[in-house]
């Protein structure tokens, strides 16, 4: 009905009903993965630049996959706080995916910019169903993304209600890219059904065309900023409902890799919600938790659901009995601060050995997470050929570090990023840099983000250089 139409805000796919280009290629989707408390530098950063050779013991689960992803190395984050920020943990959640020169908080409101995976979602809207997923544990208590003014985004934790929000009303199939991008697939899209939506809008129209004829020179003004509204609308309907005909004739031709439901997907709510109530305390649903958390993000993808996903990997709070080997402590939060240190002179070794296995533990899930992404066909490339994922955290380290964040960036953005390789920038080069190459990919012509070239540490004319 009509009534439902401001929903397709975030409901704009990539094929119209007509007079839209429709890509061959599979899409470019831009994910980010963030875990909590830093890394271990000496055991995350590789020794050489260039070609990635022996992995260091944190990026070791990543063996077989080191040809996928480059590391960057000596990004960080100058984003100072007014006084108003809380504490600490808020000032790295508000820089985090910012790049913000200043952060602070009105009226006990975050005052920061738009999150780097919100303007990817901006920039792309026109081609996703769903504006962005925002899932997991991100960072706890802190958020991470803001929307365009600032306002800070909640995050779903329950992997049942995202799936349900992925796919109620919807068939689970893989796009057929190839014959997406065919002149005979266009023209079955184009002789496909019509929404009501649709029907409704000209009905409309007509009425409105046939009100203007009597009407004076001002109320004529007014009519016509009203029509241009409703035929915005009904572009939004044909592009829903074209949509709509892509993926019927997708559930009859599909692409050549199968999509089904996450194995570990709860099966009812209850199940669901206690999965997420434990998560922090045992390691093992944790590693479930994490498994479906990132299967519903490839999932998204694959299904091209949307090509915007963040997910949080962990909480600060977290419990790691059993991953953690030595010394009495588990929590994850009393090993940051004892073992993370900036430099390793200043931490307690076995609180520092317990990051270090927590950490390890985290990269495992990634490397996982990257193999079925492989794993997945579009048609001559697979989906992570076709996507930017990057691997982070909110802070360097435990200690509350914002130079030299552990930054991994997996895929090849449909053949715009070069991986395989160790690349080690100058000393405080802003992660905005990073972001501003990540948003070039996604088509952003700005070429600034955050304090890209606001930044004390500006460098690199606001660009990272190397990465093709």
Known sequence: MLAALPFLESIAPTI????TKIP??????????????????????????????????????????????????NLSH??????????AHEHCAFVHLTGAQKVAKVDGKPAVGQSVDQRAADLLREESLIHSLNLGYAGGEQPFYFDQTGRPLPVERDPLITFERMFKGRSLVAPNWARRGSP???????????SNDEQ??????????????????????????????????????????????????????PGPSHAHAPEKLPSNRDASQKMVNIVTQDPSIHSEYLT??????????????????SLGLGSDEALFPGVVTVGYETHAHTLEHHGNGFRPDDADPVAREGCRQIHAWYTKHFAAALAKMKAIDEGGSSLLDNTMLLYTSYMSHGGHGRSNYPVLLAGRAGGRLNPGR???????????????????????????FGNSRTSP????????????
């Open 16 to 19: 119209a009903r007509a007079g």
């Open 24 to 73: 061959v290629r599979p899409p470019v989707r831009f994910g980010i993965c963030s875990v909590t408390g830093g890394t271990v530098t000496e055991s995350w950063v590789p020794s050489e630049q260039g070609p990635l050779g022996k992995l260091p013991s944190i990026l070791k689960p990543l063996e077989a996959h080191k040809s996928d992803f480059l590391v960057l190395s």
């Open 78 to 87: 100058s984003g100072e706080s007014d006084g108003t920020v809380g504490d």
């Open 184 to 194: 005979q697939n266009a023209a079955a899209i184009a002789a496909g059904p019509r």
């Open 200 to 253: 409704v809008v000209d009905l409309i129209l007509d009425d409105a065309k046939r009100l203007k004829r009597q009407l004076g020179t001002s109320d004529r003004g007014k009519l016509s900023e009203y029509m241009e509204s409703v035929h915005n609308i009904e572009q939004r309907a044909r592009r829903m409902q074209a949509r709509i005909n892509a993926e019927m004739l997708d559930a009859k031709e």
């Open 292 to 309: 479906v958390m990132m299967d519903l993000m490839i999932l998204a993808f694959q299904t091209d659901t949307t090509r915007v996903c």
């Open 422 to 448: 160790h690349i080690a920038y100058q000393a405080d080069t802003p992660a905005a840099n990073l972001y501003v190459e990540i948003l070039d990919r996604l088509g952003d012509t700005r070429g600034e």
């Open 457 to 468: 540490k500006a460098a690199y004319d606001g660009r990272l250089p190397g990465l093709v």
